[in-house]
């Protein structure tokens, strides 16, 4: 078995709420939390993955839907090689804010960065977002999707799995470059600055 040396930086984005943070918590910790409150700022969990006899270390940066904290938005995007676009089952906000996101994840980070689109809250009865929307928008901009569960645990790993051998994959084709690994502390303070944030985007 395999294993890169290097951590290669992942980003977890999408609208305030939509369950960001509890993904990357069941994916680490194992753990879910109903309490909902949003990240503040930026934070960063190491994670192994493995697939195919591979393991990859990922650098998993997770911020506020919002981003209120202009002042960290650049670098937050900054060398990522793999994103998790992520909206919520029962928000067609969110859902609505998708094309925002996308634009500031192929802006601002590594070029050919690898983008899965993940809908979450699957276990909620009560959707408005349908699956057969979320596919229409992720085959009109050439993405995979899947549907999660942070509550329940559904396809969380496998998401995970899936975007890491996609990077690798891409890594060994030459197609994608840049590796990123952590610093030591988290999380990185915000700045915040008074500015009223773009729909769906960061204010960069």
């Not at 634009?103 to 699956?131: C, E, F, Q, R, Y």
């Not at 229409?136 to 799995?161: M, P, Q």
Request: some cysteine; glycine content about 8%; hydrophobic content about 35%.
């Amino acid at each position: 078995m395999s294993s890169t040396q290097n951590s290669y930086k992942v980003v977890v984005v999408g609208s305030s709420g939509v369950g960001k943070t509890a993904i990357v918590q069941r994916l680490v910790d194992g753990t879910f939390s109903d309490e909902g409150q949003s990240t503040v700022g930026v934070e960063f969990k190491s994670h192994s993955v493995t697939f195919d006899d591979e393991v990859m270390k990922l650098s998993i940066w997770d911020t506020a839907g919002q981003e209120r904290f202009r002042s960290v938005s650049k670098a937050y995007f900054r060398n990522a090689v793999g994103a998790i676009l992520v909206f919520s089952l029962d928000d067609a906000q969110s859902f609505s804010e998708l094309d925002g996101w996308l634009n500031d994840l192929h802006a601002l980070s590594t070029p050919n960065a690898v983008i899965l689109l993940v809908g979450n809250k699957a276990d909620i009865a009560d959707k408005v977002v349908t699956t057969a929307e979320a596919e229409a928008f992720s085959k009109r901009h050439g993405l995979e999707y899947l549907e999660t569960s942070a509550k329940d645990g559904v396809n969380i790993n496998d998401t995970f799995v899936r975007l890491a051998r996609a990077i690798n994959e891409k890594v060994k084709k030459g197609e994608l470059r840049g590796t990123f690994q952590a610093p030591s502390t988290s999380p990185i303070g915000p700045r915040p600055v008074q500015a009223t944030p773009s729909q769906g985007g960061c204010n960069c």
